[in-house]
């Protein structure tokens, strides 16, 4: 699986001849100093490579040209020193294929009161020549961020930081690979979808293997290998359970499937309870484990949720919060307290445990299969999004909704299983109205880490409808929007 620090991106100035050697040697001076002093500033996970100043249309065609096909290169960020006509950008931005964001700032973050003449006006004409740049992408309709201020603050680092995590995870999207084990839970329709129009737009892969396959994988591990898995569990969790037989052989399908996953390159999967055909355990413990090291995870087949949460994963790679596959599971309604209660029947990450997991073992009426162990915390508290992408028939829709973690207000102690407690906003009898109108699923991505903005930018270089609820929606202004967007996808399409 690529890291963020495997991908680039392509600092890209603008510029033209009307100004003389001089001044375009100290753009290129300047532009290779910032994006040293950027990727110097910790604020960036990947790093920026200043490539050129373009000057004529060629110069424009040829760079994106290059930048599309460069695997290395995640995305594209431009700017304008000086005033750089945009006639010359526009064959070159009508290929472009990668992300692309526009970064307004200057070089000086001041006006030098005594100095100022002429030539510094020249030379300093950002305010100006990212305007007539950013028309010609708004005439084009390009997708591309905007991001404006001064280049050495943190904001500015901070957001163009945040939308180079989305970049990579455009990249990485568009070479996911999805291992399906068995086919969706029967009757279920918000985890269906169509393969082929994901593939299209967002670039999934999505193939399937036999279960039996998996066994024979399970079969072939080894007890040294289940031996050092079982140290690497007693040193990160509590085992909280005498039946260590089930733990080694949760051990033996986190070996067997994250082996099945890397030799074919897949970085998500999805599995059922209704075809475990030759498993002893429907996997727990082992699904969770391959989700703390990044993999995607969907249960009943659902194989968009795993995609996703694999993508949210690696767009928050180094982050602390944490990223899980959820399920909305049931209500506290006393007024004044009210909270959904997120789960699953065993699969919750546990980047996102408050304390130290236990590992426990207890009998699972779903699936006939022998009592699996699972990993049992608490989620944090905290400010954090869930996430959902549908098949609305012929177009994707991604909805986000802003939610406030809680420590869980119960302890509940027969509650075998992870759990997470959150108001949804804008409150939970709104939120729920909200989030059912849009038609997000029961299954979500949890993320601390990512945020609605960056999952909107997603969105937007995707070219797919995107629908965030949050503390100011309303039902009406909900209504209004996927009314008005059912028409606009449908002139589009
Ligand atoms: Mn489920």
Not at 22 to 38: F, G, H, K, N, P
Not at 434 to 449: N, S
């Amino acid at each position: 699986m690529k890291t963020l620090k495997d991908y680039e991106f392509w600092f890209v100035v603008g510029s033209q001849f009307l100004y003389g050697p001089e001044v375009l040697a100290t753009v290129a001076s300047r532009a290779e100093e910032m994006a040293a002093s950027l990727n110097a500033s910790g604020k960036l996970p990947c790093r920026i490579v200043y490539k050129t100043t373009v000057k004529t249309p060629e110069e424009a065609t040829d760079t994106i040209k290059a930048a599309n096909f460069d695997d290395k290169c995640a995305g594209v960020i431009t700017w304008c020193h000086t005033f750089s006509p945009s006639k010359m950008w526009l064959n070159g931005l009508k290929l472009l294929q990668k992300p692309y964001c526009h970064l307004a700032t200057q070089y000086n973050r001041s006006i030098p009161d005594k100095e100022i003449d002429m030539d510094f006006m020249n030379l300093n004409q950002a305010a100006h020549g990212d305007r007539e740049h950013g028309f010609i992408a708004a005439r084009l309709r390009t997708p591309r961020k905007v991001i404006a201020g001064y280049w050495q603050d943190d904001d500015v680092q901070s957001r163009l930081g945040d939308w180079m995590r989305v970049a990579a995870g455009v990249a990485f999207s568009k070479s996911l690979k999805v291992m399906r084990f068995g086919d969706n839970m029967r009757n279920v329709a918000v985890t269906e979808g169509d393969k082929v129009g994901v593939q299209e737009v967002l670039g999934w892969q999505v193939n399937t293997w036999p279960v039996g396959k998996l066994v024979e994988y399970i079969d072939a591990v080894t007890d040294a290998e289940v031996d050092a898995l079982m140290k690497e569990y007693r040193k990160l969790y509590t085992v909280k359970t005498k039946n260590l037989d089930a733990i080694r052989y949760q051990a033996k399908e986190e070996i067997a499937m994250k082996k099945l996953l890397d030799e074919e390159g897949c970085a998500a999967y999805a599995n059922t309870f209704e075809d475990l055909y030759g498993m002893e355990q429907l996997p727990g413990l082992a699904s969770q484990r391959l989700m703390a090291q990044g993999y995607g995870y969907g249960a009943e087949g659902d194989w968009k949720v795993s995609a996703m949460t694999a993508i949210v994963k690696k767009m928050s790679e180094g982050q602390k919060g944490g990223t899980a596959f959820m399920e909305d599971y049931t209500y506290e309604l006393a007024k004044g307290r009210e909270y959904s209660l997120g789960a699953h029947m065993l699969e919750v990450c546990p980047t996102i445990a408050a304390a130290k997991p236990a590992i426990e073992v207890h009998p699972l009426g779903i699936g006939g299969k022998a009592d699996p162990a699972r990993l049992v915390f608490e989620g944090r508290a905290g400010k954090a999004i869930v996430i959902s992408l549908v098949d609305m028939g012929g177009r994707l829709r991604l909805i986000v909704q802003d939610i406030e973690c809680v420590k869980p207000i119960y302890k509940m102690p027969n509650l075998p299983v992870a759990r997470v407690m959150w108001r949804a906003m804008p409150d939970l009898k709104k939120g729920v109205e909200c989030w059912i109108t849009a038609g997000g699923a029961h299954h979500t991505t949890l993320t601390y880490d990512v945020t609605a903005e960056q999952m909107h930018d997603f969105a937007a270089i995707m070219g797919i409808e995107f629908v965030h609820i949050t503390k100011d929606t309303t039902v009406k202004s909900l209504e209004k929007e996927l009314f008005l967007n059912d028409l606009a996808w449908k002139l589009r399409s």
